[in-house]
Protein backbone atom coordinates (compact mmCIF):
# COMPACT_ATOMS: atom_id res chain seq x y z
CA UNK A 1 0.00 0.00 0.00
CA UNK A 2 1.84 3.52 -1.04
CA UNK A 3 1.47 6.00 1.63
CA UNK A 4 1.87 9.80 0.78
CA UNK A 5 5.28 10.76 0.55
CA UNK A 6 5.25 13.63 2.67
CA UNK A 7 3.47 12.07 5.37
CA UNK A 8 5.55 8.89 5.87
CA UNK A 9 8.42 11.31 5.55
CA UNK A 10 6.80 12.83 8.91
CA UNK A 11 6.14 9.39 10.17
CA UNK A 12 10.11 8.25 9.78
CA UNK A 13 11.08 12.17 11.14
CA UNK A 14 8.73 11.31 14.14
CA UNK A 15 10.01 7.54 14.87
CA UNK A 16 13.65 7.90 15.54
CA UNK A 17 15.24 4.93 14.96
CA UNK A 18 17.38 4.79 18.28
CA UNK A 19 14.23 5.72 20.44
CA UNK A 20 11.86 2.79 18.97
CA UNK A 21 14.78 0.03 18.56
CA UNK A 22 15.62 1.43 22.40
CA UNK A 23 12.57 0.37 23.70
CA UNK A 24 13.14 -3.17 23.28
CA UNK A 25 17.21 -3.26 23.68
CA UNK A 26 19.94 -1.12 25.40
CA UNK A 27 21.96 0.47 22.55
CA UNK A 28 25.84 0.86 23.21
CA UNK A 29 27.95 3.62 21.40
CA UNK A 30 31.13 2.22 19.17
CA UNK A 31 32.35 4.13 16.28
CA UNK A 32 29.89 5.79 14.04
CA UNK A 33 27.25 3.34 15.48
CA UNK A 34 25.16 1.69 18.50
CA UNK A 35 25.67 -1.52 19.13
CA UNK A 36 23.08 -4.60 21.01
CA UNK A 37 23.49 -8.15 20.68
CA UNK A 38 20.23 -8.96 17.90
CA UNK A 39 16.58 -9.14 19.66
CA UNK A 40 15.71 -10.51 16.24
CA UNK A 41 17.17 -14.01 16.74
CA UNK A 42 19.28 -13.87 19.99
CA UNK A 43 22.98 -14.31 20.47
CA UNK A 44 26.03 -13.46 22.97
CA UNK A 45 28.29 -11.22 20.89
CA UNK A 46 26.56 -7.73 19.73
CA UNK A 47 26.31 -8.05 16.41
CA UNK A 48 23.29 -5.51 15.65
CA UNK A 49 24.06 -2.09 14.45
CA UNK A 50 21.94 1.12 14.45
CA UNK A 51 22.97 4.15 12.12
CA UNK A 52 21.71 7.08 13.92
CA UNK A 53 22.72 9.56 10.93
CA UNK A 54 21.64 6.78 8.20
CA UNK A 55 18.31 5.96 10.32
CA UNK A 56 18.80 2.31 9.66
CA UNK A 57 19.57 -0.62 11.53
CA UNK A 58 21.38 -4.25 10.35
CA UNK A 59 22.54 -7.10 12.11
CA UNK A 60 25.46 -8.80 10.70
CA UNK A 61 24.80 -12.23 12.70
CA UNK A 62 20.97 -12.68 10.84
CA UNK A 63 21.44 -10.13 8.34
CA UNK A 64 18.00 -8.36 9.27
CA UNK A 65 18.15 -4.54 8.03
CA UNK A 66 16.22 -2.24 7.06
CA UNK A 67 14.54 1.14 8.39
CA UNK A 68 12.38 2.00 11.86
CA UNK A 69 9.65 0.07 9.87
CA UNK A 70 11.00 -2.74 8.54
CA UNK A 71 12.14 -3.21 12.38
CA UNK A 72 8.48 -3.14 14.02
CA UNK A 73 7.42 -5.53 11.56
CA UNK A 74 10.12 -7.89 12.07
CA UNK A 75 9.88 -7.63 16.40
CA UNK A 76 6.36 -7.79 16.02
CA UNK A 77 5.32 -9.52 13.25
CA UNK A 78 3.65 -7.07 11.19
CA UNK A 79 3.16 -6.55 7.75
CA UNK A 80 4.01 -3.11 6.28
CA UNK A 81 0.75 -1.66 6.39
CA UNK A 82 0.29 -2.59 10.06
CA UNK A 83 4.18 -1.37 10.97
CA UNK A 84 3.07 2.15 9.69
CA UNK A 85 -0.04 1.82 11.71
CA UNK A 86 1.89 0.84 15.16
CA UNK A 87 4.59 3.80 14.64
CA UNK A 88 1.45 6.03 13.97
CA UNK A 89 0.00 5.00 16.86
CA UNK A 90 3.08 5.52 19.17
CA UNK A 91 3.78 9.00 17.92
CA UNK A 92 -0.07 10.07 17.63
CA UNK A 93 -0.35 10.36 14.19
CA UNK A 94 -3.90 9.47 11.95
CA UNK A 95 -3.49 7.41 9.22
CA UNK A 96 -3.88 9.53 6.20
CA UNK A 97 -7.47 9.19 5.35
CA UNK A 98 -7.29 9.53 1.62
CA UNK A 99 -4.33 7.28 0.54
CA UNK A 100 -4.44 7.61 -3.26
CA UNK A 101 -7.40 9.03 -2.92
CA UNK A 102 -11.00 8.06 -3.18
CA UNK A 103 -10.01 4.84 -5.25
CA UNK A 104 -8.13 3.51 -2.67
CA UNK A 105 -10.88 4.16 -0.24
CA UNK A 106 -13.22 2.46 -2.23
CA UNK A 107 -10.99 -0.51 -3.27
CA UNK A 108 -10.67 -0.98 0.62
CA UNK A 109 -14.09 -1.49 1.45
CA UNK A 110 -15.23 -3.60 -1.97
CA UNK A 111 -12.14 -5.75 -0.29
CA UNK A 112 -13.79 -5.91 2.71
CA UNK A 113 -17.13 -6.68 1.40
CA UNK A 114 -15.60 -9.40 -0.04
CA UNK A 115 -14.03 -11.28 3.06
CA UNK A 116 -17.62 -10.55 4.40
CA UNK A 117 -19.16 -12.57 1.90
CA UNK A 118 -16.70 -15.09 2.34
CA UNK A 119 -17.23 -15.60 5.98
CA UNK A 120 -21.13 -15.79 5.07
CA UNK A 121 -20.08 -18.38 2.65
CA UNK A 122 -17.95 -20.50 5.03
CA UNK A 123 -20.95 -20.83 7.81
CA UNK A 124 -23.34 -21.46 4.86
CA UNK A 125 -20.48 -24.25 4.21
CA UNK A 126 -20.52 -25.50 7.33
CA UNK A 127 -24.01 -25.66 8.14
CA UNK A 128 -24.67 -27.79 5.20
CA UNK A 129 -21.78 -30.39 6.33
CA UNK A 130 -23.82 -30.53 9.69
CA UNK A 131 -26.95 -31.32 8.61
CA UNK A 132 -28.51 -34.78 8.88
CA UNK A 133 -29.93 -34.29 5.33
CA UNK A 134 -27.86 -32.41 3.08
CA UNK A 135 -24.84 -33.16 4.97
CA UNK A 136 -24.95 -36.80 4.75
CA UNK A 137 -22.72 -37.89 2.23
CA UNK A 138 -19.88 -35.16 3.47
CA UNK A 139 -20.26 -36.49 6.84
CA UNK A 140 -19.96 -40.21 5.77
CA UNK A 141 -17.02 -39.34 3.59
CA UNK A 142 -14.58 -37.44 6.06
CA UNK A 143 -15.68 -40.25 8.50
CA UNK A 144 -13.92 -42.64 6.35
CA UNK A 145 -10.86 -40.07 5.96
CA UNK A 146 -10.55 -40.00 9.84
CA UNK A 147 -11.94 -36.64 10.50
CA UNK A 148 -13.47 -36.62 13.35
CA UNK A 149 -15.75 -34.04 15.06
CA UNK A 150 -12.38 -32.12 16.53
CA UNK A 151 -10.66 -31.98 13.49
CA UNK A 152 -13.94 -30.77 11.18
CA UNK A 153 -14.40 -28.02 14.07
CA UNK A 154 -11.23 -26.95 14.19
CA UNK A 155 -10.15 -26.50 10.46
CA UNK A 156 -13.89 -25.08 9.36
CA UNK A 157 -14.65 -27.95 7.11
CA UNK A 158 -17.83 -27.55 5.11
CA UNK A 159 -19.94 -28.64 2.33
CA UNK A 160 -20.88 -27.25 -1.02
CA UNK A 161 -24.51 -29.39 -1.84
CA UNK A 162 -24.52 -29.99 -5.61
CA UNK A 163 -26.93 -27.70 -6.37
CA UNK A 164 -26.31 -24.59 -9.29
CA UNK A 165 -27.21 -21.64 -6.62
CA UNK A 166 -27.85 -22.37 -3.53
CA UNK A 167 -25.25 -20.23 -2.12
CA UNK A 168 -25.80 -17.72 -5.02
CA UNK A 169 -29.66 -17.52 -3.77
CA UNK A 170 -28.27 -16.88 0.02
CA UNK A 171 -25.97 -14.06 -0.82
CA UNK A 172 -27.77 -12.41 -3.18
CA UNK A 173 -30.83 -12.44 -0.27
CA UNK A 174 -27.73 -10.57 2.10
CA UNK A 175 -26.94 -7.89 -0.28
CA UNK A 176 -24.17 -8.82 -1.94
CA UNK A 177 -24.35 -8.27 -5.96
CA UNK A 178 -23.39 -10.87 -8.70
CA UNK A 179 -20.32 -8.97 -9.44
CA UNK A 180 -19.03 -8.72 -5.83
CA UNK A 181 -19.66 -12.59 -5.53
CA UNK A 182 -18.00 -13.59 -9.01
CA UNK A 183 -14.77 -10.97 -7.95
CA UNK A 184 -14.91 -13.00 -4.95
CA UNK A 185 -14.14 -16.47 -6.54
CA UNK A 186 -17.05 -17.70 -4.95
CA UNK A 187 -19.89 -17.52 -8.22
CA UNK A 188 -18.89 -18.66 -11.46
CA UNK A 189 -19.84 -16.33 -14.80
CA UNK A 190 -20.82 -18.44 -18.05
CA UNK A 191 -20.05 -15.75 -20.86
CA UNK A 192 -22.05 -17.78 -23.53
CA UNK A 193 -25.36 -17.73 -21.36
CA UNK A 194 -24.90 -14.54 -19.60
CA UNK A 195 -25.58 -15.94 -16.16
CA UNK A 196 -23.48 -17.45 -12.96
CA UNK A 197 -23.55 -20.22 -11.04
CA UNK A 198 -22.37 -21.71 -7.74
CA UNK A 199 -18.43 -22.07 -7.92
CA UNK A 200 -18.58 -25.27 -5.30
CA UNK A 201 -20.72 -28.24 -5.82
CA UNK A 202 -20.56 -31.61 -4.19
CA UNK A 203 -17.68 -31.19 -2.71
CA UNK A 204 -16.09 -31.17 0.23
CA UNK A 205 -14.80 -27.51 1.30
CA UNK A 206 -11.93 -26.06 3.13
CA UNK A 207 -11.70 -22.69 4.30
CA UNK A 208 -8.52 -21.03 3.24
CA UNK A 209 -7.83 -18.56 6.58
CA UNK A 210 -4.77 -15.68 6.16
CA UNK A 211 -2.97 -14.91 9.57
CA UNK A 212 -5.26 -12.54 11.05
CA UNK A 213 -7.96 -15.43 10.56
CA UNK A 214 -9.90 -13.86 7.81
CA UNK A 215 -11.04 -16.35 5.12
CA UNK A 216 -10.02 -14.90 2.09
CA UNK A 217 -10.61 -18.29 -0.73
CA UNK A 218 -11.53 -21.52 -0.47
CA UNK A 219 -10.32 -25.26 -1.49
CA UNK A 220 -13.07 -27.99 -2.53
CA UNK A 221 -12.27 -31.60 -3.00
CA UNK A 222 -13.97 -34.01 -4.64
CA UNK A 223 -15.57 -37.20 -2.85
CA UNK A 224 -15.25 -39.86 -5.37
CA UNK A 225 -12.91 -40.30 -8.72
CA UNK A 226 -13.91 -37.51 -10.77
CA UNK A 227 -11.83 -34.73 -11.96
CA UNK A 228 -10.40 -32.58 -11.25
CA UNK A 229 -9.73 -33.54 -7.30
CA UNK A 230 -9.46 -30.61 -6.11
CA UNK A 231 -10.57 -27.14 -7.51
CA UNK A 232 -9.75 -23.46 -5.44
CA UNK A 233 -10.10 -19.94 -5.12
CA UNK A 234 -8.29 -18.56 -7.99
CA UNK A 235 -6.74 -15.03 -7.41
CA UNK A 236 -9.43 -12.04 -6.28
CA UNK A 237 -8.42 -9.02 -4.61
CA UNK A 238 -8.41 -10.42 -1.42
CA UNK A 239 -6.71 -13.94 -2.36
CA UNK A 240 -3.36 -14.81 -3.63
CA UNK A 241 -2.16 -18.39 -3.43
CA UNK A 242 1.14 -17.07 -3.72
CA UNK A 243 1.21 -15.25 -1.01
CA UNK A 244 -0.70 -17.78 1.66
CA UNK A 245 0.39 -20.77 3.34
CA UNK A 246 -2.86 -22.83 4.77
CA UNK A 247 -3.14 -23.64 8.23
CA UNK A 248 -0.49 -21.28 9.30
CA UNK A 249 -3.30 -19.34 11.00
CA UNK A 250 -3.32 -21.84 13.59
CA UNK A 251 -0.06 -20.71 14.95
CA UNK A 252 0.10 -16.91 14.63
CA UNK A 253 -0.09 -16.44 19.28
CA UNK A 254 2.63 -19.75 19.21
CA UNK A 255 6.17 -19.81 19.55
CA UNK A 256 7.56 -22.31 17.41
CA UNK A 257 10.83 -24.19 17.06
CA UNK A 258 10.07 -25.19 13.29
CA UNK A 259 7.11 -25.44 10.82
CA UNK A 260 6.61 -28.89 8.46
CA UNK A 261 5.71 -27.43 5.14
CA UNK A 262 3.37 -30.29 3.29
CA UNK A 263 1.63 -29.95 -0.36
CA UNK A 264 -1.75 -30.04 0.66
CA UNK A 265 -4.79 -29.65 2.86
CA UNK A 266 -5.54 -33.42 3.69
CA UNK A 267 -1.80 -33.95 4.50
CA UNK A 268 -1.74 -30.51 6.99
CA UNK A 269 -5.36 -32.38 8.66
CA UNK A 270 -3.60 -35.48 8.83
CA UNK A 271 -0.31 -35.12 10.71
CA UNK A 272 -2.38 -32.63 13.19
CA UNK A 273 -4.92 -35.69 13.65
CA UNK A 274 -1.97 -38.04 14.23
CA UNK A 275 -0.20 -35.22 16.68
CA UNK A 276 1.95 -33.08 14.39
CA UNK A 277 0.72 -30.19 14.96
CA UNK A 278 2.97 -27.52 12.93
CA UNK A 279 2.39 -28.27 9.80
CA UNK A 280 1.70 -26.10 6.95
CA UNK A 281 0.19 -26.49 2.96
CA UNK A 282 1.45 -24.54 -0.28
CA UNK A 283 -1.89 -24.45 -1.56
CA UNK A 284 -1.30 -26.38 -4.43
CA UNK A 285 1.29 -24.01 -6.45
CA UNK A 286 5.02 -24.51 -5.75
CA UNK A 287 7.09 -22.90 -3.35
CA UNK A 288 7.16 -19.05 -3.36
CA UNK A 289 9.34 -16.23 -2.48
CA UNK A 290 6.75 -15.16 -0.85
CA UNK A 291 5.69 -18.03 1.26
CA UNK A 292 9.34 -18.34 2.24
CA UNK A 293 9.06 -15.18 3.78
CA UNK A 294 5.68 -15.61 5.85
CA UNK A 295 7.39 -18.60 6.96
CA UNK A 296 10.01 -16.63 7.82
CA UNK A 297 8.49 -14.38 10.35
CA UNK A 298 7.10 -17.37 12.50
CA UNK A 299 10.30 -19.82 12.17
CA UNK A 300 14.08 -20.23 11.36
CA UNK A 301 13.77 -24.09 11.07
CA UNK A 302 11.78 -25.42 7.61
CA UNK A 303 11.60 -29.55 7.08
CA UNK A 304 10.11 -30.18 3.88
CA UNK A 305 8.17 -32.97 3.84
CA UNK A 306 6.26 -33.11 0.18
CA UNK A 307 5.01 -36.47 -1.10
CA UNK A 308 7.38 -39.32 -1.80
CA UNK A 309 6.60 -39.46 -6.13
CA UNK A 310 8.24 -37.68 -8.39
CA UNK A 311 6.23 -35.01 -8.53
CA UNK A 312 6.85 -34.33 -5.24
CA UNK A 313 10.36 -35.00 -4.97
CA UNK A 314 10.98 -32.16 -8.01
CA UNK A 315 8.60 -29.83 -6.56
CA UNK A 316 10.63 -29.97 -3.47
CA UNK A 317 14.10 -29.22 -5.27
CA UNK A 318 12.35 -26.36 -6.44
CA UNK A 319 11.20 -25.05 -3.09
CA UNK A 320 15.01 -25.95 -1.21
CA UNK A 321 16.81 -22.97 -2.94
CA UNK A 322 14.10 -20.41 -1.80
CA UNK A 323 13.73 -21.27 1.33
CA UNK A 324 17.51 -21.31 1.50
CA UNK A 325 17.83 -17.83 -0.24
CA UNK A 326 15.35 -16.40 3.12
CA UNK A 327 17.85 -17.56 5.17
CA UNK A 328 15.96 -20.30 6.50
CA UNK A 329 17.27 -23.43 7.98
CA UNK A 330 16.04 -26.24 5.74
CA UNK A 331 15.98 -30.20 6.41
CA UNK A 332 13.74 -32.85 4.12
CA UNK A 333 11.91 -35.69 5.21
CA UNK A 334 11.93 -38.20 2.76
CA UNK A 335 8.98 -40.86 2.62
CA UNK A 336 9.09 -44.55 1.27
CA UNK A 337 7.26 -46.28 -1.34
CA UNK A 338 6.09 -43.27 -2.90
CA UNK A 339 3.74 -42.53 0.14
CA UNK A 340 2.43 -38.75 1.19
CA UNK A 341 2.34 -37.47 4.90
CA UNK A 342 -1.07 -38.25 5.72
CA UNK A 343 -0.81 -41.92 4.16
CA UNK A 344 2.56 -42.25 5.96
CA UNK A 345 1.35 -41.22 9.52
CA UNK A 346 -2.05 -43.27 9.11
CA UNK A 347 -0.05 -45.95 8.75
CA UNK A 348 3.27 -45.40 10.95
CA UNK A 349 1.69 -42.57 13.32
CA UNK A 350 3.35 -39.47 15.01
CA UNK A 351 6.32 -42.10 16.42
CA UNK A 352 7.35 -43.15 12.63
CA UNK A 353 6.68 -39.66 11.57
CA UNK A 354 9.25 -38.32 14.25
CA UNK A 355 11.77 -40.46 13.72
CA UNK A 356 11.65 -39.43 9.95
CA UNK A 357 11.82 -36.13 10.86
CA UNK A 358 14.71 -37.09 13.39
CA UNK A 359 16.88 -38.64 10.37
CA UNK A 360 16.06 -35.92 7.83
CA UNK A 361 18.56 -35.09 5.17
CA UNK A 362 20.27 -31.33 4.88
CA UNK A 363 19.56 -29.49 2.46
CA UNK A 364 22.99 -30.51 0.04
CA UNK A 365 22.55 -33.80 1.54
CA UNK A 366 19.17 -34.04 -0.46
CA UNK A 367 20.46 -32.42 -3.31
CA UNK A 368 23.47 -35.02 -3.68
CA UNK A 369 20.86 -37.94 -3.45
CA UNK A 370 18.29 -36.32 -6.00
CA UNK A 371 21.12 -35.63 -8.04
CA UNK A 372 22.45 -39.28 -8.34
CA UNK A 373 19.02 -40.57 -9.23
CA UNK A 374 20.07 -39.15 -12.63
CA UNK A 375 22.87 -41.77 -12.97
CA UNK A 376 23.11 -45.81 -13.35
CA UNK A 377 25.27 -45.97 -9.77
CA UNK A 378 24.85 -49.83 -10.48
CA UNK A 379 27.05 -48.79 -13.75
CA UNK A 380 30.57 -47.73 -13.29
CA UNK A 381 30.18 -45.03 -15.97
CA UNK A 382 27.32 -43.58 -14.48
CA UNK A 383 29.19 -43.94 -10.89
CA UNK A 384 31.88 -41.68 -12.55
CA UNK A 385 29.96 -39.16 -14.21
CA UNK A 386 28.08 -38.59 -10.69
CA UNK A 387 31.16 -38.68 -9.04
CA UNK A 388 31.68 -35.61 -10.85
CA UNK A 389 28.70 -33.53 -11.28
CA UNK A 390 28.07 -34.08 -7.49
CA UNK A 391 32.26 -32.57 -6.93
CA UNK A 392 32.15 -29.81 -8.77
CA UNK A 393 28.63 -29.18 -6.65
CA UNK A 394 30.73 -29.66 -3.25
CA UNK A 395 33.71 -27.38 -4.13
CA UNK A 396 31.49 -24.18 -4.32
CA UNK A 397 30.21 -25.20 -0.43
CA UNK A 398 32.36 -24.18 2.53
CA UNK A 399 35.13 -26.31 3.67
CA UNK A 400 33.80 -27.83 6.65
CA UNK A 401 30.75 -28.66 4.42
CA UNK A 402 33.14 -29.80 1.51
CA UNK A 403 34.33 -32.65 4.06
CA UNK A 404 31.55 -33.94 4.92
CA UNK A 405 29.37 -34.25 1.32
CA UNK A 406 32.89 -36.42 0.07
CA UNK A 407 32.32 -38.36 2.70
CA UNK A 408 28.81 -39.18 0.79
CA UNK A 409 29.95 -39.31 -2.19
CA UNK A 410 32.49 -41.44 -1.06
CA UNK A 411 30.40 -43.91 0.28
CA UNK A 412 27.76 -43.81 -2.52
CA UNK A 413 30.54 -44.53 -5.61
CA UNK A 414 33.26 -46.07 -4.09
CA UNK A 415 35.99 -43.32 -4.87
CA UNK A 416 39.08 -41.87 -2.65
CA UNK A 417 38.33 -38.94 -0.78
CA UNK A 418 41.19 -37.41 -1.85
CA UNK A 419 40.17 -38.51 -5.45
CA UNK A 420 37.39 -36.88 -5.05
CA UNK A 421 38.15 -33.83 -3.19
CA UNK A 422 41.22 -33.46 -6.62
CA UNK A 423 38.29 -33.62 -8.58
CA UNK A 424 36.33 -30.66 -7.31
CA UNK A 425 39.18 -28.52 -7.01
CA UNK A 426 39.49 -29.41 -10.57
CA UNK A 427 36.22 -28.39 -11.45
CA UNK A 428 36.57 -25.27 -10.42
CA UNK A 429 32.75 -25.68 -9.12
CA UNK A 430 31.15 -22.57 -7.93
CA UNK A 431 33.67 -21.65 -5.19
CA UNK A 432 35.69 -18.61 -4.26
CA UNK A 433 38.61 -19.32 -1.94
CA UNK A 434 38.10 -17.31 1.23
CA UNK A 435 39.70 -13.95 2.06
CA UNK A 436 40.38 -13.74 -1.66
CA UNK A 437 42.43 -10.49 -2.50
CA UNK A 438 41.02 -7.77 -4.41
CA UNK A 439 42.55 -5.97 -7.18
CA UNK A 440 43.60 -2.48 -7.78
CA UNK A 441 43.06 -0.03 -4.96
CA UNK A 442 39.12 0.64 -5.28
CA UNK A 443 37.38 -2.68 -4.09
CA UNK A 444 39.14 -3.47 -0.55
CA UNK A 445 36.33 -5.61 0.67
CA UNK A 446 37.74 -9.05 1.64
CA UNK A 447 35.02 -11.90 0.64
CA UNK A 448 34.80 -14.20 3.30
CA UNK A 449 33.83 -17.80 3.34
CA UNK A 450 30.53 -18.65 2.61
CA UNK A 451 29.48 -15.11 1.04
CA UNK A 452 28.52 -15.39 -2.52
CA UNK A 453 31.06 -12.98 -4.23
CA UNK A 454 28.66 -11.56 -6.96
CA UNK A 455 26.79 -10.21 -3.70
CA UNK A 456 29.97 -8.52 -2.13
CA UNK A 457 30.74 -6.98 -5.41
CA UNK A 458 26.86 -5.57 -5.92
CA UNK A 459 26.34 -3.96 -2.81
CA UNK A 460 29.81 -2.20 -3.01
CA UNK A 461 28.96 -0.72 -6.37
CA UNK A 462 25.48 0.74 -5.18
CA UNK A 463 27.10 2.27 -1.89
CA UNK A 464 29.56 3.71 -4.24
CA UNK A 465 27.00 5.25 -6.11
CA UNK A 466 24.98 6.08 -2.94
CA UNK A 467 28.21 7.86 -1.90
CA UNK A 468 29.16 9.98 -4.70
CA UNK A 469 27.16 11.61 -7.17
CA UNK A 470 30.21 11.18 -9.87
CA UNK A 471 30.45 7.10 -9.01
CA UNK A 472 26.82 7.19 -10.23
CA UNK A 473 27.33 9.09 -13.32
CA UNK A 474 30.12 6.60 -14.47
CA UNK A 475 27.88 3.64 -13.64
CA UNK A 476 25.25 4.75 -15.50
CA UNK A 477 27.55 5.90 -18.57
CA UNK A 478 28.88 2.35 -18.40
CA UNK A 479 25.24 0.64 -18.33
CA UNK A 480 26.65 -1.24 -14.95
CA UNK A 481 22.94 -1.15 -13.78
CA UNK A 482 22.51 -4.06 -16.49
CA UNK A 483 24.91 -6.37 -14.70
CA UNK A 484 23.10 -6.44 -11.22
CA UNK A 485 21.77 -9.84 -10.91
CA UNK A 486 19.98 -9.05 -7.98
CA UNK A 487 16.61 -7.54 -8.24
CA UNK A 488 17.17 -5.63 -5.43
CA UNK A 489 20.26 -4.02 -5.67
CA UNK A 490 19.21 -3.60 -9.52
CA UNK A 491 15.98 -1.60 -7.94
CA UNK A 492 18.27 0.83 -5.83
CA UNK A 493 20.40 1.46 -8.52
CA UNK A 494 17.47 2.43 -11.09
CA UNK A 495 15.68 4.40 -8.64
CA UNK A 496 19.15 6.58 -7.81
CA UNK A 497 20.27 7.30 -11.53
CA UNK A 498 16.20 8.28 -12.26
CA UNK A 499 16.00 10.52 -8.47
CA UNK A 500 19.59 11.68 -8.96
CA UNK A 501 20.13 14.24 -5.91
CA UNK A 502 16.56 13.63 -4.37
CA UNK A 503 17.22 10.08 -3.39
CA UNK A 504 16.76 8.87 -0.20
CA UNK A 505 17.64 5.64 1.22
CA UNK A 506 16.06 5.94 4.16
CA UNK A 507 12.66 6.96 2.65
CA UNK A 508 13.48 4.35 -0.47
CA UNK A 509 14.22 1.09 2.06
CA UNK A 510 11.15 2.38 4.33
CA UNK A 511 8.95 1.75 1.41
CA UNK A 512 10.31 -1.85 0.86
CA UNK A 513 8.89 -5.24 1.98
CA UNK A 514 10.76 -6.73 4.97
CA UNK A 515 13.28 -9.22 3.20
CA UNK A 516 13.97 -6.82 0.31
CA UNK A 517 14.66 -3.87 3.14
CA UNK A 518 16.80 -6.69 4.71
CA UNK A 519 18.97 -6.84 1.11
CA UNK A 520 18.80 -3.18 0.83
CA UNK A 521 20.23 -2.24 3.77
CA UNK A 522 22.63 -4.66 3.77
CA UNK A 523 24.52 -2.04 0.88
CA UNK A 524 25.61 -0.03 4.42
CA UNK A 525 27.60 -3.27 5.75
CA UNK A 526 29.68 -2.72 2.52
CA UNK A 527 30.65 1.09 3.20
CA UNK A 528 34.58 0.19 4.63
CA UNK A 529 35.11 -0.69 1.33
CA UNK A 530 34.54 2.31 -0.73
CA UNK A 531 37.83 4.20 -0.87
CA UNK A 532 37.53 5.92 -4.18
CA UNK A 533 34.12 5.68 -5.16
CA UNK A 534 34.60 6.49 -9.13
CA UNK A 535 37.48 3.60 -8.71
CA UNK A 536 35.44 1.08 -6.67
CA UNK A 537 32.71 1.09 -9.68
CA UNK A 538 35.05 0.99 -12.37
CA UNK A 539 36.81 -2.39 -10.47
CA UNK A 540 33.11 -3.94 -9.33
CA UNK A 541 32.51 -3.25 -13.81
CA UNK A 542 35.57 -5.31 -14.57
CA UNK A 543 34.79 -7.91 -11.61
CA UNK A 544 31.15 -8.35 -12.56
CA UNK A 545 32.42 -8.90 -16.40
CA UNK A 546 34.78 -11.29 -15.71
CA UNK A 547 32.46 -13.42 -13.58
CA UNK A 548 29.43 -12.85 -16.60
CA UNK A 549 32.39 -14.35 -18.84
CA UNK A 550 33.73 -17.30 -16.65
CA UNK A 551 29.58 -18.25 -16.68
CA UNK A 552 29.34 -18.43 -20.80
CA UNK A 553 32.24 -19.89 -20.94
CA UNK A 554 31.19 -22.64 -18.11
CA UNK A 555 27.85 -23.05 -20.11
CA UNK A 556 30.07 -23.76 -23.34
CA UNK A 557 31.94 -26.62 -21.39
CA UNK A 558 28.50 -28.09 -20.13
CA UNK A 559 26.96 -28.29 -23.60
CA UNK A 560 30.56 -30.13 -24.78
CA UNK A 561 29.49 -33.17 -22.55
CA UNK A 562 26.39 -33.77 -24.13
CA UNK A 563 26.60 -37.12 -26.29
CA UNK A 564 23.86 -35.87 -28.94
CA UNK A 565 25.99 -33.25 -30.10
CA UNK A 566 27.10 -34.07 -33.86
CA UNK A 567 31.16 -33.37 -34.95
CA UNK A 568 30.55 -29.79 -36.64
CA UNK A 569 28.76 -28.80 -33.48
CA UNK A 570 31.86 -29.88 -31.21
CA UNK A 571 34.25 -28.23 -32.85
CA UNK A 572 31.87 -25.09 -33.14
CA UNK A 573 31.47 -24.86 -29.35
CA UNK A 574 35.63 -25.91 -29.09
CA UNK A 575 36.16 -22.96 -30.79
CA UNK A 576 33.72 -20.54 -29.44
CA UNK A 577 35.42 -21.62 -26.33
CA UNK A 578 38.80 -21.08 -27.34
CA UNK A 579 38.20 -17.43 -28.64
CA UNK A 580 36.50 -16.91 -25.05
CA UNK A 581 39.59 -17.85 -23.25
CA UNK A 582 42.32 -16.30 -25.58
CA UNK A 583 40.13 -12.29 -25.50
CA UNK A 584 40.08 -12.88 -21.92
CA UNK A 585 43.81 -13.51 -21.32
Given at each position: ?219 ARVMGDEKPKYINTGDTPVYNKRNNLY ?339
Amino acid sequence: MAFPSAWLDELLHKNDIVSVVSEYVELKPKGRKLWACCPLHGEKTPSFSVSPDKQLFYCFGCHAGGTVIQFVMDMERLTFYEAVQNLANRVGMELPNEINDREMQRQRAYKKRMIEANTEAARYYSRCFLDPETGRDAQKYAAKRGLNAEIVTRFGIGYAPDTWDSLLKLLKGKGYSEKELVDAGLLVHNAERGSVYDAFRGRLIFPILGVNGQVLGFGARVMGDEKPKYINTGDTPVYNKRNNLYGLYLHRNEKLDDLIMVEGYMDVIGLYKAGVKNAVASLGTALTQQQARLLKRYVEKVYIAYDGDAAGQNAMVRGLDILKAEGLEVRVITFPDDLDPDEYVQIYGKEGFDRLKDNALSLNAFKLETMAKGYDMNDENGRERYAKTACAFVAGLQPIEQERYYKLIAKKTGYALDALKAQGMRSGGIYTEPNQTPVRGGFRRRIDAGEDPRDVIERTLVLACLTDKNALAYASRENAGQLLKNAVFAAMMNAMQEQGSAFSAVKYIGELDGKDAEIASAVLKEEDAVQNPVETVADCIRRMNREDEADRISTLQKRLNRTDLTAEERNAVLKEITERIRANK
